[in-house]
Structure formats: structure tokens, C-alpha cells
């Protein structure tokens, strides 16, 4: 089976980003935004998600260059960026799929700024990540780990990737 078929049949077919509704009209001018592009050219981003000490440690290993992504709608950082109050409204933006496949985007096993993740290619997905246990297992601490398997987008996604936007829980 192809990466493609082998995501299917674990139910994927779309991926995730969360941010708070305030957001969605500079997303919707600007497509969704890496931490470095925000910066570099002053975007307008009314509730991040992250915290400054996540910041920090993206732009210490690089990962500000990336747009943060998740398999499901169910990554801890969303339920960390809630209890925080960084983002008051909650929104899950669905997007296709294709952006796994793009040249420059990477793959984690956790949540990436951590300094025992493993960043890898497409080619290692199944290696590092256990989606069986990360779509299928019922029990909450048995799959916490691999729900913070992350998607990382290299630079921006274009707004014509957006599949839908549903509020958040």
C-alpha cells in the first residue's frame, strides 16, 4: 500500500491546525503563517497559540521556519493553549492531505520542540509513528504520546488548502 492508501485506512484524510477564531481573518489574507514569516513580516495575530517559551525553543532548533500540524483533532498543545487561555475561541482549520507529500515538509513524534523528538521525513512516518494506537485505542494514557505526533508545513499554507473550519470543544 502507498503512504497515501496506509493513511486511509487509518481514517486520515485531511490534517489539522488549531487556532483561535480571532485569527481567521489574517489567515484568511494571508494564508497560515510559520513563526518566522509572522515576524519577518509583521503579520497581524490577534492569539497565538503557543506560548513564548514554545517560541523560544522553535527558533533554537529551527522550527519556526514551520507551521505546526496535527494527524487529528485532538493534539495536546490545543488542550494546553486552552486551560492557558491563549486561545479563547477555538478553531480547527481541516486541510488537505496533499501538504504531508510537499517536498520541505517534516514529521515528528512529538510535540517537536522537545529535545528527545525525532524529526523525519515521509519516507520514516510509519517508523516513528504509531497510528494504530494514535486513531484506534480508546484509552486516554495509552495514546497520549502518540497524539502529539506532529505535521510540520515548511513556511506557509496557501488558503486553497483549507477543506473547512469547525469550532473547537
Known amino acids: ?28 489574507q ?7 514569516n509572522i515576524e519577518s513580516n509583521q ?16 527558533k533554537k532548533r529551527g522550527l519556526d521556519k514551520f507551521v505546526h500540524l496535527s494527524f487529528i483533532k485532538d493534539h495536546p498543545m490545543y ?5 492557558r487561555g491563549s486561545i479563547i475561541s477555538p478553531v480547527w482549520i481541516e486541510l488537505d492531505i496533499s501538504i504531508l507529500f510537499d517536498e520541505n515538509t517534516l514529521f515528528c513524534d512529538k510535540v517537536a520542540n522537545q529535545t528527545n523528538s525525532n524529526i523525519f521525513t515521509i519516507e520514516d512516518l510509519f517508523e516513528y509513528i504509531d497510528f494504530n494506537t494514535l486513531v484506534n485505542e480508546k484509552d486516554f494514557w495509552t495514546r497520549v504520546e502518540a497524539r502529539k505526533a506532529e505535521v510540520m508545513a515548511y513556511s506557509s499554507i496557501n488558503i486553497n488548502k483549507i477543506k473547512g473550519i469547525t469550532n473547537g470543544k
Open 43 to 58: 503579520i497581524d495575530v490577534s492569539r497565538y497559540g503557543a506560548e513564548s517559551l514554545s517560541h523560544t525553543l522553535d
Open 79 to 83: 488542550h494546553s493553549a486552552k486551560k
Open 30 to 36: 494571508n494564508g497560515i503563517q510559520s513563526l518566522l
Open 1 to 28: 500500500m502507498s503512504i497515501r492508501e496506509t493513511l486511509s485506512s487509518y481514517g486520515i484524510e485531511s490534517i489539522y491546525h488549531f487556532t483561535d477564531r480571532a485569527n481567521l481573518k489574517s489567515i484568511e
